[in-house]
């Protein structure tokens, strides 16, 4: 009979005995290592890259392996985030340091009703003798100081304010941008101011000094030269405090100065002006 491709055993060949699988158990330290070039990843090794064969045997045979209640720490420590308060050194819980307004403080101050009072922070310009744009006396003006909006002050290098915070003049409208009615309404407050820090003598010149230009018949025609001579006078006045004399030939010839700057400007302007409308005029 043919064997159909099955070799025949003989009745008289002994048997090799069928291997035990506690057999290949028990040999553990005579582990046979493959190339790793040999090795063709799939779905499965790439899910378990490190197999058991791998690992050291002290970790195998469970000499370092955790226990339940290190595994639970293990997990603990990545899925709960640490808690800021004890990362920031300089973390403050506000809501147990008590009131941030006590009454012994509220007791000592004075509710201000009077919407044009001069604020402090002019008042210290004033005093530190840094010289303050008309334009930071609009009303406009008054209340963005008063509300702190943004950013106003800055950190002075030189003079009587060097390394004091003061306002940045800066933030604030040119004084060129003043019209006839805010020009006014600005002066009204900067008399103010010069009445809280002023001795009577030295306010009083300034006094005389709006009394004049309100009083000026043609003042809407010589504004600009209003403008620039008190913005002169003003300057003068913060880099060395004067008594302002409106009868002084000092005074007159300064008006005088800037009224002919202001004619040649205006001249100057108009010649221009003129040049640009004959350059457009078509020829016939």
Known sequence: MESSGLSDVSESEDEEPIPSITSYMAQRTNHAHIAEDSIVPTRTDAAEPQSLDHLPENEVDGGHQLGNSDWQALINTQTHPTDPKQTKSDYIDYSEVGPAFRLSEASKNVHELDPSAIPNALKQMAHYRVFIPLSMFTSQSLNIIR??????????????????????????????????????????????????????????????????????????????????????????????????????????????????????????????????????????
């Open 147 to 284: 509300d702190n909006v943004a950013d106003l002050y800055m950190k002075k290098k030189t003079g009587l304010s060097a390394g004091k915070y003061v306002l940045n003049s800066d933030l604030f409208p040119n004084e060129d941008s003043l019209t006839e009615q805010t020009f006014f309404q600005a002066y009204r407050n900067w008399l103010k101011l010069l009445d809280e820090v002023s001795e009577p003598d030295v306010a009083g010149g300034w006094h005389k000094h709006h009394d004049l230009m309100i009083n000026d018949a043609n003042f809407s025609s010589l504004f600009a030269t209003w403008k620039s001579h008190d913005r002169h006078l003003r300057t003068s006045f913060f880099n060395a405090p004067f008594v302002l004399d409106v009868d002084s030939r000092t005074y007159i010839k300064g008006f005088d100065r800037e009224w002919m700057v202001s004619e040649v400007s205006s001249f100057q302007k108009e010649d221009t002006s003129l040049a640009i409308h004959s350059r457009s005029k078509p020829l016939m």
